[in-house]
């Protein structure tokens, strides 16, 4: 089956500085991934669509100077939390999709960041 | 933005027993989708049902959609302590493919044995 890895699972910074996570699509070619965020005790928020080739398209209320999305290939899509504070102390997650009507998702395992 | 909510938000029962948690959405929709979520775990995909079904199984999963009344029941029979999770439904829209889905608040599910 289609995996997504995520990397770092983990990962603990100090405030200020920028922290850049990982979306690769193991053994599938993905055109589209999204990135979403999950604070605790509540559900995933969409907070972007990262296209290969092409800007991401960023949710109402996510800030696009703060949370850098790449999709350099098919494979990699990265998210950098730049100037990290402690409010954005969350559980990220990504999923891709091979496209197709049903819109099959699959997610990777999430990274949790702690910002000290 | 969240497409509707989970009801009831927290659901504890004993091992054996048959949990039921109800989705409610707001928009048409493609398909529905149910996920199981683990504390501080990554996303378990459980069962696609798709807007032209009504009910669908799998294993101990039974999903039934209502699109006239834009809802969807997940029912776990003869729980397991295993089963305690987090259940989330999540939509996408009707009219693209490949969007990102939208998740519902979710369910709490504890069993006890």
């Known amino acids: 089956g289609a995996v997504v890895s995520q990397h770092p699972s983990w990962v603990i910074c100090k405030s200020g500085t920028s922290v850049k996570i990982e979306c690769r699509s193991l053994?599938?070619?993905?055109?589209?991934m999204f990135w979403y965020r999950q604070f605790p005790k509540q559900s995933l928020m969409l907070m972007a669509t990262?296209?290969?080739?092409?800007?991401?398209?960023?949710e109402q209320g996510v800030e696009k100077d703060k949370f850098l999305i790449n999709h350099a290939s098919l494979t990699l899509s990265t998210l950098t939390v730049t100037s990290a504070h402690p409010e954005d102390s969350s559980f990220y997650i990504c999923?891709?999709?091979?496209?197709?009507?049903?819109?099959?998702?699959?997610f990777g395992p999430g990274t949790r960041l702690t910002v000290l | 933005s969240q497409q509707g909510e989970e009801d009831p938000q927290a659901l504890s029962i004993q091992e054996g027993e048959n949990a039921t948690m109800n989705c409610s959405y707001k928009?048409?929709?493609?398909?529905l989708q149910w996920y199981r979520q683990n504390s501080g775990r990554g996303l378990v995909h459980l069962i696609l049902?798709?807007?032209?079904?009504r009910e669908k199984h799998s294993g101990r999963l039974r999903v039934t959609l209502d699109t006239s009344k834009k809802s969807s029941s997940l029912l776990i029979t003869a729980s397991r302590a295993a089963d305690t999770a987090s259940y989330f439904c999540?939509?996408?829209?009707?009219?693209?493919?490949?969007?990102?889905?939208?998740f519902g608040k979710g369910t709490t599910l504890s069993v006890s044995s």
């Open positions: 990262s296209n290969e080739g092409s800007k991401a398209t960023y």
């Open positions: 999923s891709a999709t091979l496209g197709g009507w049903d819109n099959e998702q699959f």
């Open positions: 053994d599938f070619q993905a055109t589209t």
């Open positions: 928009t048409s929709i493609n398909n």
């Open positions: 999540a939509t996408d829209g009707s009219d693209q493919a490949g969007t990102a889905l939208i």
């Open positions: 049902i798709r807007s032209n079904e």
